[in-house]
């Protein structure tokens, strides 16, 4: 049977959805795995959506529910960053799998993270470290790329968002920035990473 890796996002404007595609572009690279994609339920009114000029979410990606979060043998969460956490859509998603923690459905999962925030030092980092502890509770095996990406983790002569625990991308104060080649690099690499390292966990070779 083919690996299962669901690649789990929520994106208000479309950063973290363009991260997640990438991603699923590396993870579709691993022989035997099965990479999908999924996004959490919107819990603004449509209303107040308006008025943030959010634009309407992909009708080609599925909402995830808990139970769903089972079928998979490893995840990969993306997020924006809201105050260096994540948002509370994500969050609402995580506080509904309390069945699944009483019964250690996700323990022994591996998890990633991906993540985008507005600015440089405006949370790549605690986001992810602020997740974890949604995931330690679960008992899940936390899976970063490390300095795997080689030397796209040393350039500085642009900006790249991403850190040690996985990709990410800057969006600017107005959103009008979008993920760099560079930075798409990063997320198709974590996407092939961690597949990889799914499908060993699971007992095949990648």
Known sequence: MATKLHIVYYSMYGHVEK???EIKKGADTVKGVDAK???????LPAEVLGKMYAPPKSTDVPVITPEELVEADGLIFGMPTRFGMMPAQLKALLDGTGKLWQTGALVGKPVGMFTS??????GHETTALTAITQFAHHG????????TFGEGMYVL???KGGSAYGAGTFTGRDGSRQPSDLELGHAFHQGKYIAGIVKKFKGGSA
């Open 140 to 147: 899940m095996i936390i899976v970063p790329t490390g300095y």
């Open 157 to 159: 002569d642009e900006i």
């Open 37 to 43: 994609l999924f996004q959490v339920a919107e819990t």
């Open 117 to 122: 925030t507005s600015s440089q030092g405006s």
């Open 19 to 21: 991260l997640a595609r």
